[in-house]
């Protein structure tokens, strides 16, 4: 179904155990552990500014209560991303998309991008993701692999820039995994790991696609998940599990 080749580990949201979460200082901890791609979030400002952040709000991550899609770049881009995690990261900024491929480029990590936008903005995220990774993803590194849990961000992305290939995130796989795999022309498929079983993971892998799980911090399941045929764990403590399966 596709030529491309997943690592076993990839650092979510960065190394995310270690550093603060989506920033740059998250990407270069997980290159400093190990990992060769990472996994972390895109979203807008309210002026349509691609930036690495998960939650609607950006108070968790930041301090500020206030809504992600209503607040503009030249605001967020003045917000502390790292005292809420460590003291070490005081004054660590809310990284643009673009800002965080040139440090791919630097570190050599490849990435699992999730499109993660604000309720009504599938379609402009995913649109600006694409145009910047068409005009901005470096030749030495190997395409990224694009996620979502909106099935109609993954529809714009394939509309904008379909020569990069695209993966499903679902917390519980249903019996309609298939049908919206196929709908967005996916390659893989990304659940989340604790309600994985066997029998799920076997049907996803004897259809062809590649399997990615997140969260899984534990060594023990994600050797479990390895054992079933799981190409892909997503982990905040990407050299614990690295020691862990092996590298």
Not at 122 to 142: K, Y
Not at 145 to 165: C, H, N, Q, T, W
Not at 179 to 205: P, Q, Y
Request: aromatic content about 4%; proline content about 5%.
């Amino acid at each position: 179904m596709s030529t491309l080749r997943l690592p076993s580990v990839v650092g979510h949201r960065g190394a995310a155990t270690h550093a603060p979460e989506n920033t740059l200082a998250s990407l270069r901890e997980a290159r400093r552990r190990g990992a060769t791609w990472v996994e972390f979030d895109v979203k807008l400002s309210a002026d349509g500014v691609a930036m690495l952040m998960h939650d609607d709000s950006l108070k968790r991550t930041t301090g500020l209560d206030r809504a992600a899609m209503e607040t503009s770049w030249d605001d967020i881009a003045r917000l502390d991303a790292g005292a809420w995690k460590d003291a070490r990261f005081r004054g660590e900024p809310v990284p643009s998309f673009v800002d965080a491929i040139l440090c791919l480029r630097e570190e050599g990590l490849g990435a699992n991008i999730e499109i993660k936008p604000c309720a009504g903005r599938e379609t402009e995220t995913a649109d600006a993701a694409a145009a910047i990774l068409r005009a901005r993803w470096p030749a030495s590194l190997p395409a990224p692999l694009i996620s979502s849990f909106k099935d109609a961000a993954l529809v714009a992305m394939r509309g904008a820039a379909p020569e990069y290939p695209r993966a499903i995130l679902i917390d519980r796989i249903g019996p309609d995994w298939r049908s919206r795999a196929e709908a967005v022309e996916a390659i893989g498929v990304n659940t989340n790991g604790k309600h994985l079983d066997a029998a799920t993971a076997g049907a996803i892998k004897d259809a062809g696609y590649l399997l990615g799980v997140y969260t899984i911090n534990d060594p023990v399941q994600a050797v479990s998940l390895r054992a079933m045929g799981v190409d892909c764990v997503i982990t905040d403590s990407p050299d614990v599990i690295l020691e862990a399966i092996g590298r």
